[in-house]
């Protein structure tokens, strides 16, 4: 077991013991929040065919050069019909948005700019050219629209379709134990006894996990016994990865890191972080477990920059199009920020763009138990090992998406 790793050692020890990535096939109606499993191949040209962009009439730009040109109407292209006639000089197709462009066409005029005089148009306004859908113009054949690892929005789901693609391969959902520990925590709406909390963590986890493409499986709390918590571990070991919270730090009651050392296969415990320097991983009967703090600020801040970037490469996400809580962003510091002697800083800062500069400052108290903290913030700060931040300074942060 290693003791007081870094962030980056955290993430290396934990990917000893990956996600199992599994893949499985569904409806493209299932498709939206999914991840893809393998790159997505067009099966189609997009267009199919040249086609006009507008209603209008397909015409040639030499004969519009002069408004008020007079054209015969040769026929008519409607979208999902068939081809329509050519067009030679002196004549145009009337044709609708998605329709075929007639040969001979090589440019739109727009309904709105003429004027119908028996079976012959008159021309009052510009022939445009870019008013043609080229064939392939936006996909060919074979071309590779969507990486493997792309989260399925409802954009990519239309391309997917727009591909061809009735189904699609995606990475089967891991299922994810979320356990928070302690004799004082009670569900929310319940009443309170005195030295009683209102439990949140497990809420909080549970809709991260499920953000990271993952299935949540959150189980009611556990007491603060040996004897249930081992209970409680072994009935969740048939999920893919266990998330305790609570009881990770040096004191009697702290359970999980004690069962862990005792009965458990520890990896590593403590980080070199603040908020959240007490967490741990290893596996319980076979299956990955992070034992994250109690407290709830450290218990998120370490789901953001350790559990989110494990999930993410044990699973293959795209490191642009895949699931994720945060990007990295430079910031400019409105105000001081303290660091941490020895550890990366995660100080909670609202982040905001103004005159083309993101700029951040700190709004609410930093203590770990303010979880107001998180709502009142929309991110973190990346301060290195005994760095200050000083108003003016340049920084790194997350930015939460």
């Not at 054209?71 to 609708?96: H, N």
């Not at 054949?141 to 699609?168: C, D, F, K, R």
């Not at 072994?234 to 890191?257: F, H, P």
Request: glycine content about 12%.
């Amino acid at each position: 077991m290693e003791t007081g790793v870094s962030l980056d050692e955290a993430i290396r020890i934990s990917l000893t013991k990956p996600l199992s990535r599994r893949t499985e096939r569904v409806s493209i109606e299932e498709a939206r929040g999914r991840v893809t499993a393998v790159p997505l191949i067009s099966k189609v040209d997009d267009p199919g065919f040249d086609n006009s962009a507008m209603d209008g009439f397909a015409v040639r730009v030499s004969d519009c050069e002069e408004e008020g040109a007079r054209l015969e109407i040769v026929g008519t292209s409607q979208a999902g019909g068939a081809s329509p006639p050519g067009i030679g000089a002196g004549q145009a197709c009337r044709i609708m948005t998605g329709a075929i462009l007639p040969n001979g066409a090589d440019a739109i005029v727009m309904v709105e700019d003429t004027e119908i005089d028996g079976d012959h148009v008159v021309i009052n306004g510009p022939a445009r050219t870019g008013f043609i859908r080229r064939k392939a113009e936006n996909l060919s054949i074979g071309q590779e629209a969507l990486p493997s690892g792309s989260l399925l929005s409802s954009a990519s789901v239309a391309l997917a379709g727009t591909m061809g693609h009735g189904e699609i391969e995606v990475i089967t959902r891991p299922r994810i134990a979320i356990l928070s520990t302690g004799d004082e925590l009670v569900q929310p709406g319940k009443d309170l006894s005195h030295g009683q909390i209102y439990e949140s963590n497990s809420h909080a986890l549970a809709s991260l996990v499920e953000s990271m493409g993952c299935e949540a499986v959150r189980h009611e709390s556990a007491n603060d016994s040996l004897g249930e918590l081992r209970e409680t571990l072994d009935s969740l070991s048939y999920c893919d990865a266990i998330l305790t919270s609570g009881g990770v730090s040096m004191g009697e009651w702290d359970l999980v890191r004690k069962i862990m050392e005792e009965e458990g296969n520890l990896s590593f415990w403590r980080m070199k972080l603040r908020p959240g320097g007490p967490p741990l991983f290893g596996t319980w009967n076979g299956t990955p477990l992070f034992g994250l703090p109690g407290n709830p600020v450290s218990s998120l801040v370490v789901f953001h920059v350790l559990v989110a970037s494990w999930i993410s490469r044990s699973l293959g996400y795209h490191h642009e199009m895949g699931p994720s809580l945060s990007e990295r962003v430079s910031v400019r510091l409105e105000s001081d920020v303290s660091g941490a002697p020895g550890k990366l800083c995660l100080r909670r800062i609202r982040i905001r763009s103004e005159k083309g500069e993101l700029l951040a400052t700190t709004h609410t108290h930093q203590g770990s138990g303010n979880i107001h903290s998180m709502v009142a913030h929309n991110g973190l700060t990346l301060l290195p090992p005994d760095t200050d931040g000083k108003a003016g300074d340049v920084i790194d942060a997350l930015w939460y998406r």
